[in-house]
Structures are given as structure tokens and as C-alpha cells.
């Protein structure tokens, strides 16, 4: 019971790290805190059952709204979560949201919650803008009162900024339009979006973080105007302008084509998708961090003429220095080449996993060919199983103090001539006591 309580500790602070790096983090809080805005002052104004309520600049020339609610006349309460037994009162909820165009004569160019009671330091959730709290790493997307009908929703013309989680839980949403002044699409921005099939992406968008469109399933349709200066579409996927980026996968898709342009896929490029299967051709040099692991990705394989990866049994390796890129679990299995050298911080993990919300394995087999682990820490559980093959541990290079450097809180086999030494390898990194006695193992 102990082991598990650490463990689910441990992965969600992980998690919490993956979601709000402390370099974003920072730099949303600021945003936030912007001088411009007059937050002294507040402006209510009703639209098509809603009420909006905003902060305008200090020139009166901008608004910013931080908050929607709406009241269900069942309840008279604003925005509280919709109970599962009240679906005959569901139909009183709104199915349009319009935004409002200006407020007290100044344009809308900000929506997103106001953040500013948290103090930066500790902003590792958001809310979305109606006030209620989105929580990636606990598979909450804020779905609530205010929301549950929703269909279709028209932004004001000059909106620029999307804030994090803004539209999260809005699940019965199915198509977005949004407007060309936005550059970037925040993380969790629509998040949950179950039932979103169509988006229109801004003219001028530059950045999509990775979570933005996560849950959402359906959403195969995306269209970007030809005079975006950053990204064109190619066959279900975002390629950067010049072809030679793929940045992102429509996540509606089970099937795409990468284009023989593209020579790097993206950090958590397939991390949304539906893609089962992916052919890397030869002009592929370049796989950064995380970039293949998709939930539904089972099968990778890679061009003959690529000189830069190559494939043995479940592994993608870079030829050069037998780094492993991708790990293919079959059966909740990775077991690691002997063409492997090196686990790398940056490798993906993708294939058939525990069907847990970190997407665990069940067995990690680590060749004895493995020198080095640079950081590398695939995600494993309680009832996982780490096998290391060699008579001596491998380097641990990179170390990260906000999470282990090898797996812990896991059982462990060792060959059984070299158990002693595996016991002061994980006590010389600090984690000998995340390993309970009896998940000591030999063979």
C-alpha cells in the first residue's frame, strides 16, 4: 500500500512537470499580470443567455474577458457541474455562444481566465473562462454547468489572445473559427472538446502547444489560410512553411502521409493522434523529444535508404551512436535491442501500454548492449517489471533532481551473481529506498 501511495505521487508530480514547465509557467503568469489592464474596474454585459464579464485596458481601448456564466432557471446557480440525473433540464442550457464584439465601446482582443489571485509560483492548474479548474495531469477538463449544451461559438473579430485552458470541457462544441490576429494556441485551450470536427486556424498563428486539442477525437478537419507565414496542411498533418517540419497531427485522423519534404517530426507531434501505423522515409534525420508517442501508434517502421535510423525488433536507433528514438511496446512489453547502446532522454514510447493515464509498461527489458541512460525514465507502475541484462550497471548520465534518473517503485530483476552491485547502484542515485526488499529479483 505504501509502495503505491509513493508511486502515484511520483507520477503525478511528474506529470504536473510535463504540463507546466517552470519556463512557461513563469512567462503566462507575467502575461497575466500585465500593466495595461485596468483590473480595479469590472464591466458586466448580457449576450444569448450569458453574462460576460470583463477588465478593460487602462486606454479604454481593449477588453479582456475573464469570465462567462450563465444561470440554468432548475437551479438558479451560475456555472455548476451538470448532474447526471437532470438530463431532462439539459435543453434549458444555451447551444449558441456568441462573444460580444466590444464592451462599453473598446474591442475584444483578450479571453481567459483572470489568474491573478494565484501566485505564480505555485499556477500549476488554469481554469478555463468559466471559472471552473483544468487539471490535464487528473484527467480533468473542466466540463460544467455552463457548457453542456454549447454547439457553436462566434468570436469578436479582433481577438489576439487565447489564454490556457479557455475553452476546456466545452464538449458538445464542434466547430471553431478563430480569429487571424491569434498567434498562439495555449495549452489545454480546448482540451476535452469531445465533439469538435473543425477548426480554422489563424492567419497569423505561430506556436500551438501540444495539449492544445487534447481529447479531441473527432477533430479531422483543419483548414489554415495559404498566406500563414509559419505552417501549411499536407494530408492530416501541420507542416511547418517550408515542408521540412512536421509539427503536428490532426488528432480526427487514423490515417496520414508525411510528406517526402519532411526531414524533422516535432516534440509531441503524434501525441493527440489516432495514427496506428507510420512509415519514416529516407529523408527523416531528425526525431526530437517525445515526438512519436502516440496513444494509438503501433507500428513504426523505417525507409531501407535512411542513413540516419534504422529498426531492430522494437526499437527506432540512431545508427551512429545506437541511441535508442522510438520504443514499440507489444503486449505492454518493450523489450530493448541489443543495437542499443544508449537510452536517451529524448526516446519515445508508443505502442500497446497499460491504459492508465500515463500510458505504463508492464515489462521494460534492457539489453546488456545498453552503456549509458541519459535521463531516461519510461513511465512504469506498481505492478511493472524492469529486467537489466548486464553484470554491471549501466552510466547514468544527466541526472534531473525533480524525478528519478532509472525506474523505481516497480519490481526489479538482476542477473543473480550481481545483485549486490545493482543495490548500491540505485543507493548511490539516491533511490535504493523506492525499491521495496521483497521486489529485489534474480535470474
Known amino acids: 500500500m505504501e509502495k503505491k501511495r509513493l508511486w502515484i505521487m511520483a507520477v503525478l508530480v511528474f506529470a504536473c512537470l510535463v504540463v507546466s514547465a517552470a519556463d512557461v509557467k513563469a512567462g503566462r503568469a507575467e ?44 437551479s438558479g446557480k451560475s456555472n455548476e457541474y451538470p448532474r447526471e440525473e437532470s438530463a431532462s433540464k439539459v435543453k434549458q442550457a444555451p447551444s449558441q455562444l456568441h462573444f460580444p464584439q466590444r464592451i462599453k465601446g473598446a474591442k475584444v482582443t483578450k479571453i481567459g481566465a483572470d489568474m491573478t489571485f494565484v501566485p505564480k509560483d505555485e499556477l500549476d492548474f488554469y481554469q478555463n473562462v468559466f471559472g471552473s479548474w483544468v487539471e490535464y495531469a487528473h484527467d480533468s477538463d473542466g466540463y460544467c454547468n455552463a457548457v453542456r449544451n454549447v454547439r457553436t461559438m462566434t468570436f469578436p473579430r479582433s481577438l489576439a489572445e487565447l489564454d490556457e485552458s479557455a475553452f476546456s470541457g466545452m464538449r458538445k462544441l464542434t466547430k471553431v473559427d478563430i480569429p487571424d490576429a491569434v498567434k498562439t494556441l495555449e495549452y489545454e485551450c480546448f482540451y476535452g472538446c469531445k465533439k469538435l470536427r473543425e477548426v480554422k486556424l489563424p492567419k497569423r498563428l505561430s506556436n500551438i502547444r501540444w495539449t492544445c486539442f487534447e481529447d479531441c477525437p473527432r477533430l479531422s478537419k483543419v483548414t489554415l489560410p495559404k498566406s ?10 501541420l507542416l511547418s512553411k517550408d515542408k ?49 508517442a502516440g496513444k494509438k501508434l503501433k507500428d513504426v517502421t523505417v525507409d531501407t535508404g535512411n542513413s540516419v535510423f534504422a529498426r531492430d525488433g522494437q526499437c527506432i536507433y540512431r545508427r551512429s551512436d545506437g541511441a535508442l528514438a522510438v ?22 514510447l508508443c505502442g500497446d501500454l497499460i491504459k492508465d493515464p500515463y500510458c505504463s509498461l508492464k515489462v521494460l527489458d534492457i539489453s546488456a548492449s545498453v552503456k549509458e541512460i541519459h535521463a531516461f525514465c519510461p513511465v512504469v507502475s506498481v505492478s511493472s517489471r524492469v529486467c537489466y541484462r548486464g ?40 533511490v535504493l529506498d523506492f525499491i521495496e526488499k521483497g521486489d529485489w529479483h534474480t535470474f
Not at 520504443?327 to 519515445?348: R, V
Not at 534531473?400 to 547502484?425: G, N
Request: with cysteine.
Open 244 to 292: 521540412e517540419k512536421l509539427v503536428w497531427v490532426f488528432p480526427g485522423k487514423k490515417d496520414i502521409e508525411i510528406s517526402d519534404t519532411v526531414n524533422s517530426i516535432k516534440t509531441y507531434a503524434f501525441i493527440n493522434s489516432q495514427v496506428a501505423a507510420v512509415h519514416l522515409g529516407k529523408n527523416i534525420v531528425n526525431l526530437e523529444q517525445h515526438c512519436l
Open 31 to 74: 502575461s497575466w499580470r500585465m500593466k495595461k489592464w485596468n483590473m480595479k474596474k469590472k464591466y458586466t454585459v448580457l449576450k444569448g443567455g450569458f453574462r460576460f464579464h470583463a477588465y478593460l485596458s487602462k486606454d479604454k481601448k481593449e477588453t479582456w474577458i475573464y469570465f462567462v456564466e450563465t444561470r440554468s432557471k432548475a
Open 327 to 348: 520504443g514499440i511496446a507489444t503486449k505492454k512489453e518493450l523489450i530493448i535491442s541489443d543495437c542499443i547502446t544508449k537510452l536517451p532522454e529524448n526516446a519515445s
Open 228 to 237: 500563414n507565414r509559419n505552417f501549411t496542411t499536407y494530408r492530416g498533418t
Open 391 to 430: 553484470n554491471e550497471p549501466p552510466k547514468v548520465i544527466g541526472i534531473i533532481s525533480s524525478r528519478a534518473p532509472v525506474p523505481v517503485f516497480c519490481e526489479v530483476y538482476v542477473p543473480k551473481d550481481v545483485l549486490e552491485i545493482y543495490k548500491k547502484w540505485y543507493e548511490s542515485l539516491g
